[in-house]
Antibody
């Protein structure tokens, strides 16, 4: 079974970069699918941030402009999120997730990691 | 594409049958999925492509709609159904979610 697990610091200072790791087991991320980062803000709003595909191509939410970057380490079967110049508005629970190609839903999710941006 | 869910909160008693609404700002065909999220858990897919069932999901959950108007139905709410429900469109990038409907115990 595919499993995803997020890891990273729970506290980040304003203006710094947020970096998270998603470790995938049960499937090789270069074999298929899109691998996304999604966040849920306090108050329930959810935002898709971007994905890295099995081929290594990326696609980002324009709302995040040039602040977001998703990369991967295929030797460790991990993919990463980097969000630069964070503010308190980036405080959220961050999830990594998998979807198929095309119009598919997000069918596998990690358990989520809460990140607070505060000085 | 903006997704508007209503109501924001719905208070019901177990055994009631309910409908949750999701409206898209433009046509998304049937590329609309419903998720349930319980406290301290990750979202899980309940219904995909507006009306298709998902393996392992109880049959009391069903969906309908196409274009811009979609509905999630729960036939006879069970105690474990009290959670937040989201719709999400996969018709265009960026993928977007509705604001959620919180189903609470009356």
């Amino acid at each position: 079974e595919i499993q995803l697990q997020e890891s990273g610091p729970g506290l980040v200072k304003p203006s710094q970069s947020l970096s998270l790791t998603c470790s995938v087991t049960g499937y090789t991320i270069t074999s298929g699918y899109d691998w996304s980062w999604i966040r849920k803000f306090p108050g329930h709003k959810m935002e898709w941030m971007g994905y890295i595909s099995y081929s290594g191509s990326t696609n980002y939410n324009p709302s995040l402009k040039s602040r977001v970057s998703i990369s991967r380490d295929t030797s460790k079967n991990q993919f990463f999120l980097q969000l630069s110049s964070v503010t308190t508005e980036d405080t959220a629970t961050y999830y990594c997730s998998k979807s198929g190609m095309g119009f598919t839903p997000f069918d596998y999710w990690g358990q989520g990691v809460m990140v607070t941006v505060s000085s | 594409i903006m997704l508007t869910q209503s109501p924001a909160t719905l208070s019901v008693t177990p055994g009631e049958s309910i409908s949750l609404s999701c409206r898209a700002s433009q046509s998304i065909s049937t590329n609309l999925h419903w998720y349930q999220q319980k406290p301290n858990e990750s979202p899980r897919v309940l219904i995909k492509y507006a009306s298709q069932s998902v393996s392992g999901i109880p049959s009391r959950f069903s969906g309908s709609g196409s274009g811009t108007d979609f509905t999630l139905n729960i036939n006879r709410v069970e105690p474990e159904d009290f959670s937040i429900y989201y719709c999400q469109q996969s018709n265009t990038w960026p993928r977007t979610f509705g604001g959620g409907t919180k189903l609470e115990l009356k």
